[in-house]
Every structure is written in C-alpha cells, then in structure tokens.
C-alpha cells in the first residue's frame, strides 16, 4: 500500500510523519525548502503539558535541554503585583502544569533529526507541491524542484502553513478576521528580576509601554518580550523598538541593564478556520487548518493536537481499513474544537481590549480581568485547557454504559503511573500514541503484590479474555489508582489519551461495543487488491517504484459481517 504523504515540513507535518511511523505507516514529507531552517530566537513556541509529552515520544529526547519550563506566572498591573502562581508537576501543592517555552526552529529541528532515524519516513527537500489529483485509490500529487516528479499516497495531509497550497487545490474556503492583534517582538539575553518566571505587565507606567507586555524565559538567559500594539498603529521602526526595549527594561530594573539583542520582528495574528479539513482522501492541519493566537492562545499547540488526533486513524485505515465515521471524526473534533478557543478568544477581546467594558460584565473587574488574560497563556479555562471531544461521533450513544470518574468521557485521561503485564512500570501516557486502544484496569494494592499472583487473581484472567475478544487491537495495563475511580473501574482509553468509557467491574459486551464504536464501527467495504508500492514516488508515466522493506502489516478488525479480516486497501467517497 503507498504511504501518505505530508506536504509540509514543519513541525505539524514533521510530528505526523513520527507520529505515523510510530504506528507502521510510511510517509513521505514534501518539504518546499532546503530541509533547514533559519534560527529566529524571536519566533518562539510554548507547549502544554500534552503536547511536550508528545514531543518527547516523538524523539526529540533533548526537549527540555532546548526548552524552560517556567516555574512560575506573575501579573502586573501598573506598579502592583495582581497574582503570583506558582507553576511546575501537577500535583496537589501545584495545581498547573509547568509549560515549556523553546525557539521553533529548536523544536523543528528536533523533530526533523528524529524523522532521519525512522526508516518510514523520507523527506524530500525542495519539493513544490503543484498538482493533486484524488482517485478511489488513493492521491496523486506532483512536485516541482530540481526535477519534476509524481508522488502516489494512499492519503495525502496538508501541513504547509497559513498559505497552504493543498487548501487552495482542494478549493476549501478560509474565513476568518485579519490582524486580530499585532506585536512588538524581541528576543534578547538580561538578567531580569524574575528568573525562570513568565510575567504579563499590563499599563505599564512608563511612557512606550503600550497597554500590555509580556516576558517569558528561555534557555541561557534568554527572554522573549511582547509588546501589544495598536490594531492598525504605525510601523515599529528599528529606533522605536529599541527605545521600547531599554525603557521596559529600565522600568522592571530601575535602569536599564546591560542586554544583548538577539533578534526583532513584528507579528499580526490572524484568527480563521477552514471549512472543511477533509475532502475525500486529503487533510488539512495545523495553519493550514487554523490560525489563532491573540490572548496567549498557542497555535501549534492545536497543530500537534491535529497530528496525534489524525496519526492513529490514518493508521487504522491503513492497516486494517476504516470506516467513512472514523475518518469524518478528525474534522468533527478538531474543528470543533479548535472553533470553540477561536470562539472564547472573540468572546473575550471586545472585554480585555475595550476599556472599562469590563467593569460592566464581570463582578470584581480586576480578578476576571486577570484571569481571562491569564488563561490562554497558562492552558486552563476555554482558551487553554486540552480539548475534550465530549460531543465526539465516535462517543457511546447509551449514557448508562458509563460509570463516573473524574474524566468525562471524551477528556483527556490523567496521566498515572500503570504497569504492563510485562511488569513495566510507567506513565500512563507513555503508553499512548502506538495506534491501538488501552484498557487500564484500577486495582490498589497492586503495587506490592507479586505479579504472579495478581495476572491469575480475581478479575484479572476475565478482563484477559475480554481484551483479547475486542475487535481491534488493545493493551491491558493496570493502575493502583485513579482519580475519582473504585477499585476494580476499567477505564477504556484511545491511542490520543481521551478516555472512551469508565466500566464497573469486567463487562465484556460494553467493552466490546464501547471499543467498536472508538474505532469507528465496522469497515463498510473492501477495495480489490491493487499493486503496493510503499516508495511513493512515481515517474512521469505513473509507474511506481517501490520499497519493499518498508511494508508492515495491521490488526484485527470486524467488518459488516462480523468476519475479521487482516488489513487492506479500501475504497474512500471523493468529495
């Protein structure tokens, strides 16, 4: 079977490429550059705790090396401290995860240099994407570079960016606002009186500080400061900027301290959402998808959501094959998803940058303004919490089957530390992302019992059996405890960590349905056998040229009938 091809190669694209081969599906990653980036120490990217934890899977094993995480968030508002918190393990003392903060090119060379140890990846430099053609089959896509050259997928992904040529050739509309808000950008090297600590300084008291700056760490010393900027004010010359550097600097310092300047820019954040991010066998994600960025909301955040989301049921398809739902899912949850932070953000604008209409809409007007400006830029509330796919198409239609803990279904699972029948011990969500679901039974005590005992104690042996009875492939694990769960719950989770069901006790037949129905329900039809070629690459005349030693097979899975069947090709509705 072709591999899929991922037309972009920055980290979105680079992430799905890792993110597929992780789950034995080839790609190839059709990079419209050299295959190296310029640094920009200015152009920096934060990540939540989901999302670095998928970074570090990945194989950028040197995350925190290139990255800060901060150990605490400061707001300021004029000369007054408003609220100082603490931030770092979640745990009870320090209820908010710490976020890492690295340079892009950091984290897109990272990846990049993980990607060239996968041998299911191949990145193509200088590769210019100007053709794409969809049959019932799969994608054809032709390249222009140092020579012309067709490429044969069984799914193609755009991942290239705010100007997305896939979006374009596949005529997906746009829409959106333009410049929802503009800043002033540096990236320098000072000792400021925060360390390791992010601040927000809203009103600034002295004369070119705007109506808001932010600070925030990086590695060696390094910080990156925003100032926002009048929607449509004038251009930031390169005079400006500096004096709004050393007054900034000389108004947290008491005078200006010695600094070294590492980079500039001016950035206008634009807030749009394609409509579709499907069409037949082509996807759209990361900026190709969406833009969103005012209030501290982080955009390549939701892109590497968009990856991991994506990664596992692009596998299932091809391994196994997929049914139409599960394929539609993509879109039904990451759109909507990302339309609800789009939302919140202009929501919230007309009240954070409209003057005093705060004073009117929200009681005690200094703690909600704080909060809300301090949300998108912690990952809590509408504008930064993970997502939860509580409305999913992929969700169980009887509510019954579920039996509460502290995760809804549809949320992401709290990462505990389980155990592999193997006796591995780890976190739960070093388990994830390996294209198959996990089912983590509760079982306190656990912890000091001899594995022998517990494997063939109580409901141990019949959760086995259930397990292995599902009609894809699962990973049983267990768990002395879990928030809000009795003992003997089994908690029925995806291969992106959002839990499907909570059960108690061992009940096959909801397990058996609560898993085919996370997998997308039975796989409608089959496509006939067709040449596999796992290369992609095609010449002019559309004759493949293989590479045999990248094949690999799937698992198990129902069809209408109820057979099973190993994986193949399907047939996918064009749009």
Sequence with gaps: MDPVIVVGAGPVGLALSLALADQGVPSVVLDEGPGKDEPRPARTVVLREDTADLVLRLGFSSLYEEGLRWTGWRSVRRKQLVRAVPLG?????????????????????????????????????LSRLDTLEQDARGVTAHTKGPGTTWWRGSYLVGCDGARSTVRKLLDIRFPGRTAVERHAVAALRAELPWPDEAVLHRSPPWRTGGAEVTARPLPDGVWRLDWLLPPRGELVTPDALITRIRDTLAGWCG?????????????????????????GRAFLAGDAAHLLGALGTQGLDEGLRDAENLAWKLAQAWHQGASELLLDSYQAERRAAVASRLRAADQSLPILRGGGGLRTLVPGSARGYDTLLADGHLGCGPLGAPPSYTHS??????????????????????????????????????????????????????????????????????????????????????????????????????PDGHLVAAFD?????????????????PVEAEAEPGDENTDGNRDGKGHGKGDAGMETTGGRRRTAGGSRRRGSDRTADID
């Design 393 to 494: 198409p992929l969700s169980l239609q009887r509510a019954g089957a579920h039996t509460p803990v502290s995760t809804p279904p549809g949320a992401p699972v709290t990462d505990v530390r389980v155990t592999a029948p193997d006796g591995t011990s780890v976190r739960l969500r070093e388990r994830l992302g390996r294209g198959h679901l996990l089912v983590v039974l509760v079982a306190p005590g656990t912890g000091v019992w001899d594995r022998r005992h517990w494997l063939t104690a109580g409901v141990m042996p019949r959760l086995v059996e259930a397990v292995d009875a599902l009609p894809v492939k699962a990973e049983l694990l267990v768990t002395e405890s879990y928030p809000g769960a009795t003992a003997h719950t089994v908690l029925l989770v995806r």
């Design 505 to 521: 006790g061992v009940r096959p037949g909801e397990l058996l349905t609560a898993a085919d129905a996370a997998s997308g329900g």
């Design 255 to 279: 005078e200006t301290p010695p600094y070294e300047l590492l980079d500039t820019g001016v950035y206008t954040l634009h807030h749009r959402l394609a409509r579709r991010w499907r069409s």
């Design 89 to 125: 393990e979640e745990d009870a003392a320090v209820p908010l995860p710490s976020p890492v903060h690295l340079p892009q090119h950091a984290l897109t060379r990272g990846l990049r240099g993980a990607a060239a140890t996968r041998e299911l990846v191949r990145l193509v430099p």
